[in-house]
């Protein structure tokens, strides 16, 4: 029996053009970082002003914006953190993501108004802390990566009706218990736990014995490698109904650190799948094959379930490489509606040649493979190939093109 509520899908927004591109791929709701307070220092992120944008286009579009406030604070960190949270209500968010007590306490005081989600960093593993926040006044827990389904819908059994369960279902794993990592604090001096990790889980490791400097042995887990913390991505694209029937109200979607063609392509494949799915459950198994192949043509490591089956037996782990899986190159950022004729404004992400085979993938509806014709360069000048970075250009398609339309090509391997 399908659920009559569909789960939210929760998409990353690591910049405007990000939040945009989420937005119109079908999200229902974004997670965005400001400039201070996120676990994601590199990422662009958002002025107040830029955050102040984002939110109007979101919710013009139907779509929420929660703002992620998930460091572990020290006490420096407090200072103009009660003013920036009342800015962040004024301009209209719709919750914001924390893990600190003292970083909820500053948040329940000073903007009463806004929602308050417990991020994973606050280790949601059982019920009982799930009441504990429920009864400070958080409405949803983000629960813990290791947990399975079980444990989830253990959770929900026993936590108030309207308190809200998120969990992720795609994306990069975190090596440490619900991501509060030191490791990069120790090897590299950046603190994960306030946004500035430097992903030492994805290095390249050997043993040198003291007395022999320079000897360097690999550090082998098993025949194939070296990689002892490389962790294959989630995906929960083929088990969507088992995520909705444990009580997951929002299903989240890790990656402000990726590329917009992530974040579209990703999007586009879990919106495909639960809308498919709450229309018809044979129809969603039968498109399960459709909806993996075009997740896959985003850049991805191997894919895992992770816990939600059980523990981690070994295979979840890639021991041979810590590089990504790219079988195709996002080629170009589609800027303006076409024109009669279906030409429209491309700014180039990646080169394309005049007679290549290329896709179009579209916010709304199917994509469509054509051969490029025509280009032509800002002067107006018709040329055959687009080599460089983020030149715009006129491209003539075979079909109508709307902006946030991206253009992919598949890899040649030869």
């Known amino acids: 029996m399908i659920p009559k509520q569909k789960p939210?899908?929760?998409?990353?927004?690591?910049?405007?053009?990000?939040l945009k591109i989420a937005v119109l791929y079908g999200a229902d709701a974004v997670y965005i970082g400001g400039e201070a307070y996120s676990l994601r220092a590199k990422a662009k992120n958002f002025d107040i002003q830029k955050m102040k944008q984002g939110i109007e286009f979101?919710?013009?579009?139907?779509?929420?914006?929660?703002?992620?406030?998930?460091?572990?604070?020290?006490?420096?960190?407090?200072?103009?953190?009660?003013?920036?949270?009342?800015?962040?209500?004024?301009?209209?968010?719709?919750?914001?993501?924390?893990?600190?007590l003292g970083v909820f306490s500053v948040a329940k005081e000073t903007a009463p108004n806004l929602e308050i989600h417990v991020s994973t960093q606050a280790n949601n593993t059982n019920y009982k802390s799930a009441q504990m926040w429920y009864q400070l006044g958080a409405k949803r827990i983000v629960v813990a990566r290791e947990l399975s389904?079980?444990?989830?819908?253990?959770?929900?059994?026993?936590?108030?009706?309207?308190?809200?369960?998120?969990?992720?279902?795609?994306?990069?794993?975190?090596?440490?218990?619900?991501?509060?990592c030191l490791l990069s604090n120790y090897?590299?001096?950046?603190?994960?736990?306030k946004g500035a990790c430097s992903h030492p889980c994805r290095w390249k490791y050997h043993l040198m014995e003291e007395t022999r400097p320079g000897e360097y042995m690999p550090v082998e887990e098993n025949e194939r490698g070296t990689y002892i913390y490389n962790s294959k991505d989630l995906?929960?694209?083929?088990?969507?109904?088992?995520?909705?029937?444990?009580?997951?109200?929002?299903?989240?979607?890790?990656?402000?650190?990726?590329?917009?063609?992530?974040?579209?392509?990703?999007?586009?494949?879990?919106?495909?799948?639960?809308d498919d799915y709450f229309e018809s459950s044979e129809k969603y198994q039968k498109r399960i094959p459709i909806y993996m192949q075009?997740?896959?043509?985003?850049?991805?490591?191997?894919?895992?379930?992770?816990f939600y089956y059980g523990k981690p037996d070994g295979k979840q782990q890639v021991y041979t490489n810590n590089s990504y899986i790219r079988e195709y190159d996002f080629i170009g950022m589609i800027k303006e509606d076409s024109d009669e004729k279906n030409c429209a404004i491309v700014?180039?992400?990646?080169?394309?040649?005049?007679?290549?085979?290329?896709?179009?993938?579209?916010a709304k509806g199917a994509f469509f493979s054509m051969k490029i014709e025509k280009i032509w360069n800002e002067a107006g000048e018709e040329i055959t190939t687009a080599p460089h970075p983020q030149e715009i250009l006129k491209v003539q398609f075979t079909q109508p093109v709307k902006k946030f339309d991206m253009m992919r090509k598949a890899v040649n391997d030869e």
């Not at 914006?65 to 009660?82: K, L, Q, R, S």
């Open 347 to 362: 700014e180039q992400r990646n080169k394309f040649s005049v007679g290549e085979e290329i896709e179009v993938m579209r």
């Open 235 to 274: 995906c929960m694209l083929e088990h969507i109904p088992d995520l909705i029937h444990a009580g997951v109200a929002s299903l989240k979607i890790e990656g402000r650190m990726k590329t917009p063609f992530y974040v579209g392509t990703v999007v586009k494949a879990y919106r495909m799948a639960i």
């Open 58 to 100: 979101a919710h013009a579009h139907g779509v929420k914006v929660y703002v992620t406030a998930n460091i572990y604070a020290h006490n420096a960190d407090f200072e103009g953190m009660a003013d920036y949270f009342k800015e962040v209500e004024k301009i209209g968010a719709d919750a914001l993501l924390v893990s600190d």
């Open 294 to 306: 075009e997740v896959s043509k985003a850049s991805h490591r191997e894919y895992t379930t992770a």
């Open 8 to 18: 939210e899908l929760l998409a990353p927004a690591g910049d405007l053009e990000k």
């Open 187 to 193: 090897l590299s001096g950046r603190d994960a736990n």
């Open 149 to 180: 389904l079980k444990e989830i819908a253990d959770i929900r059994q026993n936590i108030p009706e309207d308190m809200e369960i998120e969990a992720f279902v795609h994306g990069a794993m975190c090596i440490s218990y619900s991501g509060r």
